[in-house]
C-alpha cells in the first residue's frame, strides 16, 4: 500500500484497525481529524473496521477476527471533538484523548548520526566487523550517537545470548568501542524460533509464548527469520513472560551493552486468533501496548517501530523499512507523509528509516537517491545510516557532512521542539498547514514539511529532478541557501535544486536559543 498524505487519499476496505505490519500500519490510532477542526476518536475497546475512499470513512464494530469472538458483547463507544480549526482541533484531541509524552528521547539520538550495520553488512557480522566499521566511521571524520549490533549476532534466534564463534568476549568489544567513542546498541525481537533450544522448551513450559484458540494453528508463527510454523511469539500480556525477557536483556547490559533497538511488536506477528491474557476487550492491541511499555523501561536510548495508545512514552518511534526506491510504495516519497502521520498520531518523536532505504531485492541505491534521502531527512528528528556516504564516493561524504552538520547546527531547536511536545502536545514536524489552517492549499501538501514553526522543508523527491515547485505560507521566510526573503502564501516555481542543494526556509523571526 502506498503511504499518501492527507490520509483520504488512501483506501480501505473492512480493514481491521490493529497495528500490523503490512500497509506501513504499525501505528494505527483510531483517530480521524478534519481540516473544519472536528475529530472522531474511537475507544481502544471496539473492534474496529474501516471502510474509506477520498468522500467517505465508514467505522463499523463487530466481534471478527483478529479482535476477541468468543461473545458477542461490546460497546460502540467513540468522541466527537469541535474545534475552530484542525490545529486547535489537534491539541483539544492531545489534551483529551492522545496523551503527551512525558518526557524526551535522548539528547544525543538526536544531535549525531546512529549508524547500523543491517543495510551494509546484512548476515553474517562478528566482533572483527562491527570493529572495523567503528573504525571507518570515525577515519571517515564522522560523529556518532552509538552503533547499532543489527541482525545475527544471537547463537540463535531468541536466545539473547552472543554467538560464541563470531563475538567471542562481547565485554572486550564494548570496551574498546567506548574508547573509540561509542555506545553499543543491540537490535531485539518478541520471537523465539523452535530449535532454539533450551529457550524455547523453557518459554513454552512456564506459559510465556502466544497461543491460538484455533488448535491446528497452536503456538506456531513465522517471521522473516524463521520458517512455516517454526517460530513463536512471546506473550508480553504474561506478567512473568515479562520479566523473564526483561532479565535476560539486563544481562546483555550488564555486559557492556547500552541499549537496544526493538524489532517487530505489532499484532500480525502473533498467531492468529491469540488465546492470551488480559481484557479480551483490549485484545489484539492490548500485546503491542504490552510489548512497547515493556521495551520503554530501558530508557531513552531505545527505539521501538510500533505503538497503541502509547504516545506518552518518552522514546523514538521508528519507521517501518523503507525500500530504495523513489515513489510512494514505500520508498522516498512516503518518508514525508509517514513523519506527518506519526506527529497527527501523537507520537513527535519520529526516527527515519535508513537513510538510501533498505537495499532489499534488486533495489540499487543510486548517488542521486542517496543525497536526496539524506537531504529530506536533515530536519526530521534524528538521522541514521548503515549504507555510507564512502560506499558511494567522495563527493557523497563531503555532501553528507554538510547536511549532518546542519542537522547538528539545529539540534538545539530540536530539542527544544520535543520539549514543547512534553509541555503542550505540539508536533515537532507539522504539516505545514500547522502555520495557517485555513489556508486550502497549505491542507493539501503532503511532500513538505515543518520543523517547529520556523523552519520549512521542501526537498526533491524525484529522480533526476533539478527544480521543484515550494508553496510558502503565511509568514516572511528566508532562503536557508540564497538569504533571499518572501512573504508566504504563495508558490514558488521551478526553485533551483541541483543534488547538492535542499529547498529549505526559515522565518525571518527565528533566533536560534542555545
Same mark, same amino acid.
Given at each position: 500500500?502506498?503511504?499518501?498524505?492527507?490520509?483520504?487519499?488512501?483506501?480501505?476496505?473492512?480493514?481491521?484497525?490493529?497495528?500490523?505490519?503490512?500497509?506501513?500500519?504499525?501505528?494505527?490510532?483510531?483517530?480521524?481529524?478534519?481540516?473544519?477542526? +472536528?475529530?472522531?476518536?474511537?475507544?481502544?475497546?471496539?473492534?474496529?473496521?474501516?471502510?474509506?475512499?477520498?468522500?467517505?470513512?465508514?467505522?463499523?464494530?463487530?466481534?471478527?477476527?483478529?479482535?476477541?469472538?468468543?461473545?458477542?458483547?461490546?460497546?460502540?463507544?467513540?468522541?466527537?471533538?469541535?474545534?475552530?480549526?484542525?490545529?486547535?482541533?489537534?491539541?483539544?484531541?492531545?489534551?483529551?484523548?492522545?496523551?503527551?509524552?512525558?518526557?524526551?528521547?535522548?539528547?544525543?539520538?538526536?544531535?549525531?548520526?546512529?549508524?547500523?550495520?543491517?543495510?551494509?553488512?546484512?548476515?553474517?557480522?562478528?566482533?572483527?566487523?562491527?570493529?572495523?566499521?567503528?573504525?571507518?566511521?570515525?577515519?571517515?571524520?564522522?560523529?556518532?550517537?552509538?552503533?547499532?549490533?543489527?541482525?545475527?549476532?544471537?547463537?540463535?534466534?531468541?536466545?539473547?545470548?552472543?554467538?560464541?564463534?563470531?563475538?567471542?568476549?562481547? !565485554?572486550?568489544?564494548?570496551?574498546?568501542?567506548?574508547?573509540?567513542?561509542?555506545?553499543?546498541?543491540?537490535?531485539?525481537?518478541?520471537?523465539?524460533?523452535?530449535?532454539?533450544?533450551?529457550?524455547?522448551?523453557?518459554?513454552?513450559?512456564?506459559?510465556?509464548?502466544?497461543?491460538?484458540?484455533?488448535?491446528?494453528?497452536?503456538?506456531?508463527?513465522?517471521?522473516?527469520?524463521?520458517?512455516?510454523?517454526?517460530?513463536?511469539?512471546?506473550?508480553?500480556?504474561?506478567?512473568?513472560?515479562?520479566?523473564?525477557?526483561?532479565?535476560?536483556?539486563?544481562?546483555?547490559?550488564?555486559?557492556?551493552?547500552?541499549?537496544?533497538?526493538?524489532?517487530?511488536?505489532? !499484532?500480525?506477528?502473533?498467531?492468529?486468533?491469540?488465546?492470551?491474557?488480559?481484557?479480551?476487550?483490549?485484545?489484539?492491541?492490548?500485546?503491542? !501496548?504490552?510489548?512497547?511499555?515493556?521495551?520503554?523501561?530501558?530508557?531513552?536510548?531505545?527505539?521501538?517501530?510500533?505503538?497503541?495508545?502509547?504516545?506518552?512514552?518518552?522514546?523514538?518511534?521508528?519507521?517501518?523499512?523503507?525500500?530504495?526506491?523513489?515513489?510512494?510504495?514505500?520508498?522516498?516519497?512516503? %518518508?514525508?507523509?509517514?513523519?506527518?502521520?506519526?506527529?497527527?498520531?501523537?507520537?513527535?518523536?519520529? %526516527?527515519?528509516?535508513?537513510?538510501?532505504?533498505?537495499?532489499?531485492?534488486?533495489?540499487?541505491?543510486?548517488?542521486?537517491?542517496?543525497?536526496?534521502?539524506?537531504?529530506?531527512?536533515?530536519?526530521?528528528?534524528?538521522?541514521?545510516?548503515?549504507?555510507?556516504?564512502?560506499?558511494?564516493?567522495?563527493?557523497?561524504?563531503?555532501?553528507?557532512?554538510?547536511?549532518?552538520?546542519?542537522?547538528?547546527?539545529?539540534?538545539?531547536?530540536?530539542?527544544?521542539?520535543?520539549?514543547?511536545?512534553?509541555?503542550?502536545?505540539?508536533?515537532?514536524?507539522?504539516?505545514?498547514?500547522?502555520?495557517?489552517?485555513?489556508?486550502?492549499?497549505?491542507? !493539501?501538501?503532503?511532500?513538505?514539511?515543518?520543523?517547529?514553526?520556523?523552519?520549512?522543508?521542501?526537498?526533491?523527491?524525484?529522480?533526476?529532478?533539478?527544480?521543484?515547485?515550494?508553496?510558502?505560507?503565511?509568514?516572511?521566510?528566508?532562503?536557508?541557501?540564497?538569504?533571499?526573503?518572501?512573504?508566504?502564501?504563495?508558490?514558488?516555481?521551478?526553485?533551483?535544486?541541483?543534488?547538492?542543494?535542499?529547498?529549505?526556509? +526559515?522565518?525571518?523571526?527565528?533566533?536560534?536559543?542555545?
Amino acid at each position: 500500500m502506498e503511504q499518501h498524505y492527507p490520509v483520504q487519499k488512501l483506501r480501505f476496505e473492512d480493514y481491521a484497525y490493529v497495528p500490523k505490519e503490512l500497509h506501513s500500519a504499525a501505528i494505527v490510532e483510531r483517530y480521524w481529524l478534519n481540516s473544519a477542526g +472536528v475529530f472522531v476518536y474511537v475507544e481502544k475497546e471496539v473492534p474496529l473496521f474501516i471502510d474509506q475512499d477520498e468522500e467517505t470513512l465508514r467505522l463499523t464494530a463487530k466481534k471478527e477476527i483478529p479482535y476477541y469472538s468468543y461473545d458477542e458483547a461490546f460497546e460502540f463507544n467513540y468522541r466527537i471533538g469541535v474545534a475552530k480549526d484542525a490545529r486547535e482541533g489537534h491539541l483539544k484531541a492531545v489534551e483529551k484523548v492522545l496523551n503527551k509524552p512525558v518526557g524526551i528521547p535522548d539528547e544525543r539520538m538526536v544531535r549525531h548520526p546512529i549508524w547500523s550495520t543491517w543495510v551494509r553488512y546484512r548476515r553474517p557480522i562478528s566482533q572483527q566487523t562491527i570493529l572495523d566499521f567503528a573504525s571507518e566511521i570515525n577515519g571517515y571524520g564522522f560523529k556518532n550517537a552509538q552503533l547499532d549490533i543489527d541482525d545475527y549476532w544471537e547463537n540463535c534466534y531468541g536466545s539473547l545470548i552472543f554467538n560464541p564463534i563470531t563475538f567471542p568476549n562481547i !565485554t572486550e568489544l564494548t570496551e574498546q568501542l567506548k574508547e573509540m567513542g561509542f555506545r553499543v546498541t543491540l537490535w531485539i525481537h518478541p520471537f523465539i524460533n523452535k530449535n532454539c533450544q533450551p529457550w524455547y522448551t523453557e518459554a513454552l513450559s512456564k506459559g510465556f509464548l502466544v497461543k491460538s484458540h484455533n488448535e491446528t494453528i497452536g503456538y506456531n508463527t513465522k517471521w522473516w527469520n524463521s520458517g512455516e510454523n517454526e517460530a513463536s511469539y512471546i506473550n508480553f500480556n504474561n506478567p512473568g513472560a515479562r520479566e523473564w525477557f526483561r532479565q535476560r536483556l539486563q544481562e546483555l547490559r550488564d555486559e557492556g551493552i547500552d541499549s537496544f533497538k526493538f524489532d517487530a511488536g505489532e !499484532t500480525s506477528w502473533a498467531p492468529e486468533d491469540p488465546d492470551v491474557d488480559g481484557q479480551k476487550a483490549l485484545l489484539p492491541t492490548s500485546m503491542t !501496548t504490552n510489548f512497547v511499555r515493556m521495551c520503554a523501561e530501558f530508557g531513552p536510548m531505545i527505539e521501538i517501530r510500533t505503538g497503541f495508545t502509547t504516545q506518552d512514552l518518552p522514546v523514538f518511534v521508528r519507521m517501518l523499512d523503507l525500500d530504495t526506491r523513489w515513489g510512494m510504495n514505500n520508498g522516498l516519497q512516503s %518518508l514525508i507523509p509517514t513523519l506527518l502521520q506519526m506527529n497527527l498520531n501523537g507520537y513527535p518523536f519520529v %526516527l527515519p528509516d535508513m537513510i538510501g532505504g533498505n537495499v532489499y531485492g534488486d533495489d540499487i541505491l543510486t548517488k542521486e537517491l542517496f543525497i536526496r534521502w539524506l537531504q529530506a531527512n536533515t530536519f526530521m528528528p534524528s538521522m541514521q545510516f548503515s549504507k555510507t556516504p564512502w560506499d558511494i564516493d567522495i563527493e557523497s561524504v563531503e555532501i553528507s557532512k554538510r547536511y549532518v552538520n546542519l542537522h547538528e547546527d539545529y539540534s538545539d531547536y530540536i530539542l527544544q521542539r520535543m520539549r514543547l511536545a512534553v509541555a503542550e502536545g505540539i508536533p515537532v514536524n507539522p504539516p505545514i498547514w500547522w502555520l495557517d489552517p485555513e489556508d486550502e492549499i497549505a491542507l !493539501t501538501i503532503g511532500d513538505e514539511y515543518l520543523l517547529g514553526e520556523d523552519i520549512l522543508v521542501a526537498p526533491v523527491l524525484t529522480e533526476f529532478a533539478t527544480t521543484r515547485n515550494v508553496y510558502l505560507p503565511k509568514g516572511t521566510w528566508r532562503d536557508g541557501n540564497t538569504n533571499q526573503v518572501y512573504e508566504g502564501g504563495r508558490w514558488l516555481y521551478s526553485y533551483a535544486a541541483p543534488m547538492d542543494t535542499l529547498p529549505y526556509f +526559515v522565518r525571518t523571526s527565528f533566533q536560534m536559543r542555545r
